[in-house]
Nanobody
Framework: QVQLVESGGGLVQPGGSLRLSCAASGRIFSINAMGWYRQAPGKQRELAAITSGGSTNYADSVKGRFTISRDNAKNTVYLQMNSLKPEDTAVYYC??????????????????WGQGTQVTVSS
């Protein structure tokens, strides 16, 4: 099975920066896509950023301020968040589309979630 562990959340003032990390571990055959979702209190979970096939996509609300990147050797995805705003306050969840090893010649593709990390932007 696969486990995703996020880190890097915390309290930051408006205009500040944070970098989130998400490391995947387990019987990983390949990571097809990794992304970051966020959910503010009383709101639906939304996609903030995703990287797949060498391309990246961002929600309009974070474009130009957030950068998603991957370290394939470490099975880790990062979210660099700059110029943070109070409306960025949310629990941020790592998500990954991963093919896991079943045997030497077979695998299974699935979707996995991290436990979430709190980001609070406040003065």
């Amino acid at each position: 099975q696969v486990q995703l562990v996020e880190s890097g959340g915390g309290l930051v003032q408006p205009g500040g920066s944070l970098r989130l990390s998400c490391a995947a571990s387990g019987r990983i055959f390949s990571i097809n896509a990794m992304g970051w979702y966020r959910q503010a209190p009383g709101k639906q979970r939304e996609l903030a950023a995703i990287t797949s096939g060498g391309s990246t996509n961002y929600a309009d609300s974070v474009k130009g301020r957030f950068t998603i990147s991957r370290d394939n050797a470490k099975n880790t995805v990062y979210l660099q968040m700059n110029s943070l705003k109070p409306e960025d306050t949310a629990v941020y969840y790592c998500n990954a589309d991963i093919s896991t090893d079943i045997s030497d010649t077979s695998w299974r593709r699935g979707n996995y979630w991290g436990q979430g990390t709190q980001v609070t932007v406040s003065s």
